[in-house]
DNA sequence: AAATTTCTGATTTACGTACATCAAAAAATC
DNA sequence: GATTTTTTGATGTACGTAAATCAGAAATTT
């Protein structure tokens, strides 16, 4: 059996009272009491039932989100999952709420933290937006006793305790391999569809893609990056220019949204480019089985909300987390290894989305 | 406020003990009484609190694993998994045990299976052999009221509650797609290296792959299986042999062990063969790293381990399974997006291994 | 040594459920 | 209608921890 409270307190020689004092990290305990109590749980392996401490303080974690608004798929998507998740909420004891911001207005994301610890939650996941203030705001959250995980995007300078996410610099380091490896000896250039360079995970995924494609493979063009600000329209009239531009185009790696214009333009194509992109979206999807697309990378947002999840609840209660548990991994995906279509699945509106 | 039993009783109209009955599934209940609790649970949407009830009962789980004996290391790094998972077992109300028969042999299979259900646990995970006798075991195991679920190997005519494991159809597939664009125009033909043709998973995967690899590609030619018991003495024989007969081999897939004797071989060969194997080892990875293998396919024990323990616990409390959490993964890893490497990690021996 | 402050013990209630016991009520049987 | 059987209610204890209260002991200060 594990050894309970009264267990530690018969073998530490002190009252019950005495050792909830120690544990609770209440005062009016001298520090050789302490100190006799916290030897006696060392030495019995004691480990506090947090079901049967939760069931005692009733306790909810309040946890808050704080994600973009705007049409962006990816967000959209963990939206939705944070909703699947809350249904699950009575189950695990949290208390889920989103806050959103405009995309990539840091000062709106320092007045959302501040305004989420306010009222003492009991952890807070971020998608973080690169700037110091942000950083700032995230440290004070913390020196509050707000465990602070950032999602998606990371800012480590902030000192958050975990980030969930891909390593994007790994990603997009992926993206040049599968590309070289799929293009061959086949000679032509390469072009770079981003949504934006003032972010940071587009940045990395550039980077990633350029190191491991210049490194292991046969020199290659690699065109400068098309902008296409996550928008399927201005995708599809940039990859349309640069298609006629330069009639020997090789590859694509498109490492933000706005594919459905992206597959539109390629479509009009009668040659073969090999293209590459990032989340499994209906789009990509149709387009993976099309053959339009060869590859997709994928980051699932349903497991970087559960790992936030219970992450910010170990935080909380001060508990080591599984590492490899809470590694998010890098989907790859082909059209043999497509997972089947869900109901909880990103689906975008026709028209305008990824 | 979640509702409570008490709640249910008020609501009902009925004392606590009519309710825990009805809950309990204990006689005693007028099949009208037992109605209106069911109605009051259903309109309060009542779910039961488990944490409190385990608390109550001092409910453990205890759960077994049937695995192969012998040294395949993906097996052994099942083995050490499960005593990482052991390792928490306090803490999530399990008590794991672990028996290991003789790999393929159905009759010590089912032997184990009827030991283990005489000492009725909360369920059992087993590495299936596909065998007549085995269903019968696993349903004999089910209707003894122990959830069942397969691991890494399925025997879906069992009736078992669940399959963790990944699709090995999908995983040959993927191999064969990536083949097929990795080799692109380059002429010559394929080599397959599998343990054995009469285990279910290799055929799987073989089937798989051919199926990829001749359906989306050029034709090519693939040779005959080469079947090294997964053991790398042998496998590196076959290859060497398999080298030499023929100079134009233009890649090599193996889809189960032995994958140290495939490395030697190869890389004693001069010139390039494209190649994809299963399983990240310290083999495969230091292959990949050197550019000796091309890409490996990945099942990751410690999340296979993880999830039929999840799985199992919610068989036994009647609840139901998060599906897309309990989706095991095909891991697609390049140089390029190789996890760190961890303590747990799969260590092989010396000599002979994987 | 007396007065004060700080620590410690003993005890109680609570969380939501399980389970057992015994009495009382209702239903079924004769 | 009396008897037996079945069903229901009332109540208490337990699980392991939290949190509060109050009395008493020990340490510290005067």
């Known amino acids: 059996m594990r050894p309970t409270v009264h267990d530690i307190a018969a073998s530490a020689g002190v009252s019950l009272a005495t ?29 506090r039932d947090m079901a049967a401490a939760n069931l005692a303080k009733s306790r909810v974690y309040p946890l808050v989100f704080i994600i973009p ?6 967000m959209r998507g963990l939206e939705a999952e944070i909703a699947v998740a809350g249904l699950r909420s009575p189950v695990d004891r949290t208390r ?9 207005d840091s000062a709106a994301l320092v007045e959302a933290i501040d305004r989420a610890v306010s009222d003492v939650p009991a952890g807070l996941a971020v998608v973080a937006v690169d700037a110091p203030e942000v950083a700032a705001a995230i440290a004070r959250a913390r020196s509050a006793g707000v465990p602070v995980v950032t999602l998606v995007s990371d800012l480590a300078a902030s000192g958050r305790d975990h980030f969930v996410g891909i390593d994007n610099i790994a990603a997009g380091r992926t993206a040049g391999s599968l590309m070289g490896r799929f293009l061959g000896g086949r000679p032509g250039p390469v072009a770079v569809l981003a949504g934006s360079m003032l972010v940071r995970d587009h940045r990395e995924r550039l980077q990633g893609f350029t190191a491991a494609l210049s490194q292991d493979f046969e020199p290659r063009v690699i065109l400068d990056v098309l902008e296409g600000q996550d928008d399927p329209m201005l995708a599809e009239e940039l990859v349309a220019i640069c298609c006629k531009a330069h009639s020997d185009l090789a590859g694509i790696y498109s490492l933000g949204a706005g ?96």
């Open 259 to 354: 594919n459905s214009g992206l597959v539109t333009a390629i479509s009009a194509q009668g040659r073969p480019i090999r293209v590459i992109a990032h989340e499994l979206t209906s789009h990509t999807r149709s387009a993976l089985k099309a053959g339009l697309i060869d590859a997709v990378l994928h980051q699932d947002a349903g497991h970087e909300v559960r790992s936030a999840i219970r992450v910010l609840k170990a935080k909380a209660d001060g508990v080591a987390v599984i590492e490899a548990q809470e590694r998010i991994r890098i989907d790859i995906f082909l059209k043999d290894n497509l997972p089947l279509e869900q109901a909880g699945d990103v689906r975008e509106p026709i028209g305008r989305d990824d």
């Open 96 to 104: 889920l709420s989103v806050l959103t911001v405009p995309a990539f």
């Open 69 to 74: 608004t705007g049409d962006n798929p990816f």
């Open 19 to 47: 050792v909830d004092r120690v544990l609770n990290r209440r005062p009016g305990v001298r520090a050789v009491t302490r100190e006799k109590v916290e030897a006696a749980i060392e030495t019995l392996g004691y480990v």
